[in-house]
T-cell receptor, first 115, second 114 residues
Framework: EAGVAQSPRYKIIEKRQSVAFWCNPI?????LYWYQQILGQGPKLLIQ????????DSQLPKDRFSAERLKGVDSTLKIQPAKLEDSAVYLC?????????????FGPGTRLLVL | AQSVAQPEDQVNVAEGNPLTVKCTYS??????LFWYVQYPNRGLQFLLK??????LVKGSYGFEAEFNKSQTSFHLKKPSALVSDSALYFC????????????FGSGTKLNVKP
């Protein structure tokens, strides 16, 4: 079974530029998560999708971050414009929403450096 | 407020000795409990989980975790540490009823010395 795919793996941009990250979850996983992990901290949930609907985006900085999952499969997270403090690893994870299948599986992450 | 605490930023242990990485939580409603490991420049890898049943859960790479409901703890353990176990460990708690939201601890760096 293929794991969660993310691209790109690394990205360096200057502040005020825009950037987009892509995630393809494990096949059949209806729930998709985007996390931000700043160096030395645990992952922080940015947004959670159930199919193509948003379940939780309470910690997403909506003035600059946006995410979509139009067909309920892959997803894109965008930052526009980027700030220095956005430098972090952006992790995508997926899970099945059914009882007994609660485990989240993570992709390798995208490491973003904002200069 | 819902939270997960990993009180130790770093745990140092000699190879062959037992190890414990601590986790306590404050999440209502009998949550699910997880441990993940993160190696440098890698995503998080699932180690084990507690859903229900026996309080001692066995997982990957010889790790186990003990659930204690009264203390709301879920400590990760291994009887004999390996140098290759050196990594960053995260405790995570998933609420059963709040849209299955995950809460992560801040992580504990495990250093196993030869």
């Amino acid at each position: 079974e293929a794991g969660v795919a993310q691209s790109p793996r690394y990205k360096i941009i200057e502040k005020r530029q825009s950037v987009a990250f892509w995630c393809n979850p494990i096949s059949g996983h209806a729930t998709l998560y985007w996390y931000q992990q700043i160096l030395g901290q645990g992952p922080k949930l940015l947004i959670q999708f159930q199919n193509n609907g948003v379940v939780d985006d309470s910690q997403l900085p909506k003035d600059r971050f946006s995410a979509e999952r139009l067909k309920g499969v892959d997803s894109t997270l965008k930052i526009q414009p980027a700030k220095l403090e956005d430098s972090a690893v952006y992790l995508c994870a997926s899970s099945k929403p059914t009882p007994g299948e609660e485990t989240q599986y993570f992709g390798p992450g995208t490491r973003l450096l904002v200069l | 407020a819902q939270s997960v605490a990993q009180p130790e930023d770093q745990v140092n242990v000699a190879e062959g000795n037992p190890l414990t990485v601590k986790c306590t939580y404050s999440v209502s409603g009998n949550p699910y409990l997880f441990w993940y490991v993160q190696y440098p420049n890698r995503g998080l890898q699932f180690l084990l989980k507690y859903i229900t049943g026996d309080n001692l859960v066995k997982g990957s790479y010889g790790f186990e975790a003990e659930f204690n409901k009264s203390q709301t703890s879920f400590h990760l353990k291994k009887p004999s540490a390996l140098v290759s176990d050196s990594a960053l460990y995260f405790c995570a708690v998933r609420a059963r009823y709040n849209f299955n939201k995950f809460y992560f601890g801040s992580g504990t760096k495990l250093n196993v010395k030869p």
